[in-house]
């Protein structure tokens, strides 16, 4: 998002020049922790694992290459990066259905892990419409049906990631820093 580049005062470079900077870091990463004279060496042989976030194609084309876990931010930004466009259901599956195809022989190895844009508790679930704007192309889905938005209850957002998981694959889930306090109970009741 450009807003984070902004912060970290550097230039917010076009899309394509974003992912050759990735693929330069990770590649090089890659080299430096196969090289049993780098210093200092990474506690595991091969280095932490790489976790790479994406939406578009030539992104988690890199991913599917170099990743362990791939994320998926539940959505894309827009051109100018300053605003996040929800993904529905039918958009999550094509983006899941591209990486695997991708992956081969690696798709049980590589793990999925999901962004989850919001956690709506019920005393908040009358505004979850106000919440997004735009709507996501896919409008038949509501947006507290969009995969990375949990509403409801404790029990009822634990539901929701088991669906999440059985649907998609999903194994690993984040929150936003902003919705911690609101899927501690979510935690509670999964265990």
Do not use: C
């Amino acid at each position: 998002m450009k807003a984070e580049f902004d912060t970290a005062g550097i230039p917010f470079p076009s899309g394509g020049k974003r992912v050759e900077q990735l693929e330069r870091t990770v590649t090089t990463l890659r080299r430096l922790f196969d090289d049993p004279a780098y210093q200092p060496r990474p506690a595991q042989p091969s280095g932490p694992p790489l976790l790479i976030a994406g939406w578009g194609d030539r992104l988690l084309r890199v991913a599917a290459t170099h990743a362990d876990i791939i994320a998926f931010p539940g959505g894309w930004a827009n051109a100018t990066g300053d605003a996040l466009h929800l993904a529905g259901a039918a958009q999550m599956e094509e983006r899941i259905a591209y990486v695997r195809d991708l992956l081969g022989d690696r798709a049980d190895s590589v793990e999925l892990n999901l962004l989850v844009q919001q956690v709506i508790p019920p005393s908040d679930g009358a505004s979850v419409p106000d919440r997004f704007a735009p709507q996501p192309p896919d409008a038949e889905d509501r947006p507290e049906e969009a995969p990375s938005v949990l509403v409801g209850s404790p029990a009822d957002m634990a539901q929701q990631i088991k669906e999440r998981r059985e649907r998609y694959g999903f194994t690993y889930f984040t929150v936003m820093e902003y919705t911690m306090e609101n899927f501690a109970p979510v935690i509670a009741t999964l265990r």
